[in-house]
Nanobody, 112 residues
């Protein structure tokens, strides 16, 4: 399974972005997916997860601002990010929670 993220960019504080992660196939590995992020000089951290039952979990710092979703017909995972803050600046990665596959990442920079 190959995962390709897109949608990152430069946005002002308070702005929004939607990240996408397209999988090369729709199979068992893509039915449980997560987003992680890594800021410069920091460890990669969990952001959000959507499991096969469509239950979602979020790290505390993004609750109420980020929304994870998945369109299986398009083999695509999304992360809608709103009310962005400078501390959200990081490289964002999608991951197959079941199989451990990672995408190459997409950069999100929140700055005025």
């Amino acid at each position: 399974v190959q995962l390709v993220e897109s949608g990152g960019g430069l946005v002002q504080p308070g702005g929004s972005l939607r990240l996408s992660c397209v999988a090369s196939v729709d199979d068992w590995c893509t039915y449980d997916m997560s987003w992680y992020r890594q800021a410069p000089g920091k460890e990669r951290e969990f952001v959000s997860r959507i499991d096969p039952s469509r239950r979602t979990t979020y790290t505390e710092s993004v609750k109420g601002r980020f929304t994870i979703s998945q369109d299986n017909a398009k083999f695509t995972l999304y992360l809608q990010m709103s009310s962005l803050k400078p501390e959200d600046t990081a490289m964002y990665f999608c991951m197959s929670t079941r199989c451990g596959y990672w995408g190459q990442g997409t950069q999100v920079t929140v700055s005025s």
